[in-house]
């Protein structure tokens, strides 16, 4: 099994800064894509940034310009630099990471991690 960790949610202030981080590990061959998705409250979980493991990222509108994403493919593990946080980017944010499992033939895996808790409020 493929399992995530993340860490670094927490509470801020309106204009603040969080840096989110997501550990992979387990029989993992290679991965292909990692990303974050947050879910509010009565919503629907949605994107927010993924990036592939040659560093091409893509973001939600929401987010382009005040969130980056990057990753270290010898740690297997995803980062989210948040920066001018607003109240409407509370939500649970979850790890994603899809990929393939003991060699380059082996079996795909697309797993997620358990979410860390991000609350912007005064």
């Known amino acids: 099994q493929v399992q995530l960790v993340e860490s670094g949610g927490g509470l801020v202030q309106p204009g603040g800064s969080l840096r989110l981080s997501c550990a992979a590990s387990?029989?993992?061959?290679?991965?292909?894509?990692m990303g974050w998705y947050r879910q509010a409250p009565g919503k629907q979980r949605e994107l927010v940034a993924v990036i592939t493991k040659g560093g091409s990222a893509s973001y939600a509108d929401s987010v382009v310009g005040r969130f980056t994403i990057s990753r270290d493919n010898a740690k297997n593990t995803v980062y989210l630099q948040m920066i001018s946080l607003k109240p409407e980017d509370t939500a649970v944010y979850y790890c994603?990471?899809?990929?393939?499992?003991?060699?380059?033939?082996?079996?795909?895996?697309?797993?997620w991690g358990q979410g860390t808790q991000v609350t912007v409020s005064s």
């Open positions: 994603n990471a899809q990929g393939r499992r003991y060699s380059p033939s082996g079996p795909l895996f697309n797993s």
């Open positions: 387990g029989t993992i061959f290679s991965i292909n894509m």
